[in-house]
């Protein structure tokens, strides 16, 4: 894209309301006014969260970023039924509400958790073990997915023979596995080095255009942000308040590290730092 088209592309991107929502399409995650709080000892309750409002549309991949401690994780965990308190406000998950076991969900995390006694293939498999999926389909499934991530060659190993790179490939194909239809992804790739990052966002992108599934991913890496993404929402410093919610209109299928090169790519992070930088500024003293 030239330089001019890419600066007046990037010009149209704005900050969104504190209702961050999308028009009239079909809700998978359907947030609204929420606010959570958390109990602390002797102290009055910690506002982790504080009148978020959020939708996401069946299919789309939105990122959330903002400053350490603002409620990203926080906003995940509600969404899986995780929490041990109870928000206010309205939350709903495919048109009910959460609760903890969901199927509709599947939860990756920044630790890929692989059972040391299975090999790569029972760990890839042990989701769709948990919800009762016959053997051989679940095994047909697993290897499927290992081969698509790049360890069709290490079905057989265990996770000690494994690079920290493979075992997320391995937490990543168990994921894709559970085919559930809304995944919440928590820093999947936060301790990758730079170069497994952005071949790891290239599986993830490779995959998420074959299933399309609903996607919210947490990150502080706003060039991953940027790459991943459909939009991108920013939070403000705790207690998290969502201050922007930025369209990504880089075209699809990308090559994560093919964008490093693009101008249009470079103009939207720009942007967004600009906004994280704002919202870190709006905090409760």
Same mark, same amino acid.
């Given at each position: 894209?030239?330089?001019?088209?890419?600066?007046?592309?990037?010009?149209?991107?704005?900050?969104?309301?504190?209702?961050?929502?999308?028009?009239?399409?079909?809700?998978?995650?359907?947030?609204?006014?929420?606010?959570?709080?958390?109990?602390?000892?002797?102290?009055?309750?910690?506002?982790?969260?504080?009148?978020? /409002?959020?939708?996401?549309?069946?299919?789309?991949?939105?990122?959330?970023?903002?400053?350490?401690?603002?409620?990203?994780?926080?906003?995940?965990?509600?969404?899986?039924?995780?929490?041990?308190?109870?928000?206010?406000?309205?939350?709903?998950?495919?048109?009910?509400?959460?609760? /903890?076991?969901?199927?509709?969900?599947?939860?990756?995390?920044?630790?890929?958790?692989?059972?040391?006694?299975?090999?790569?293939?029972?760990?890839?498999?042990?989701?769709?073990?948990?919800?009762?999926?016959?053997?051989?389909?679940?095994?047909?499934?697993?290897?499927?997915?290992?081969?698509?991530?790049?360890?069709?060659?290490?079905?057989?190993?265990?996770?000690?023979?494994?690079?920290?790179?493979?075992?997320?490939?391995?937490?990543?194909?168990?994921?894709?596995?559970?085919?559930?239809?809304?995944?919440?992804?928590?820093?999947?790739?936060?301790?990758?080095?730079?170069?497994?990052?952005?071949?790891?966002?290239?599986?993830?992108?490779?995959?998420?255009?074959?299933?399309?599934?609903?996607?919210?991913?947490?990150?502080?890496?706003?060039?991953?942000?940027?790459?991943? /993404?459909?939009?991108?929402?920013?939070?403000?410093?705790?207690?998290?308040?969502?201050?922007?919610?930025?369209?990504?209109?880089?075209?699809?299928?990308?090559?994560?590290?093919?964008?490093?090169?693009?101008?249009?790519?470079?103009?939207?992070?720009?942007?967004?730092? /600009?906004?994280?930088?704002?919202?870190?500024?709006?905090?409760?003293?």
């Amino acid at each position: 894209m030239p330089r001019d088209e890419s600066t007046r592309a990037a010009g149209r991107v704005a900050a969104a309301p504190a209702d961050s929502t999308t028009g009239s399409a079909a809700k998978a995650i359907d947030v609204r006014n929420l606010t959570v709080r958390f109990a602390a000892d002797g102290t009055s309750p910690v506002l982790a969260v504080d009148n978020a /409002s959020l939708s996401v549309t069946a299919g789309q991949f939105v990122s959330l970023v903002g400053p350490s401690g603002c409620g990203k994780t926080t906003i995940l965990n509600l969404l899986a039924g995780l929490l041990d308190v109870t928000p206010e406000g309205h939350v709903e998950v495919l048109g009910k509400a959460p609760r /903890s076991g969901n199927p509709d969900i599947a939860y990756m995390l920044a630790r890929d958790s692989l059972m040391p006694w299975r090999t790569a293939l029972g760990n890839a498999a042990y989701g769709m073990e948990v919800r009762n999926v016959p053997a051989r389909d679940r095994e047909a499934r697993a290897k499927d997915l290992l081969e698509r991530v790049g360890l069709g060659g290490f079905t057989d190993k265990y996770p000690k023979a494994l690079s920290h790179g493979m075992r997320q490939r391995c937490a990543l194909a168990r994921t894709f596995a559970l085919d559930s239809p809304v995944f919440l992804m928590d820093e999947p790739f936060g301790a990758l080095d730079a170069q497994t990052k952005l071949q790891l966002e290239d599986v993830l992108m490779d995959l998420w255009s074959t299933y399309r599934k609903t996607v919210v991913f947490v990150t502080h890496d706003l060039a991953e942000a940027v790459a991943l /993404s459909d939009r991108v929402v920013v939070m403000s410093a705790r207690p998290g308040r969502i201050v922007a919610d930025v369209t990504i209109d880089l075209p699809r299928p990308r090559s994560v590290r093919a964008l490093q090169k693009d101008q249009h790519f470079h103009a939207l992070y720009g942007q967004l730092w /600009s906004l994280l930088e704002q919202g870190m500024g709006q905090h409760d003293h």
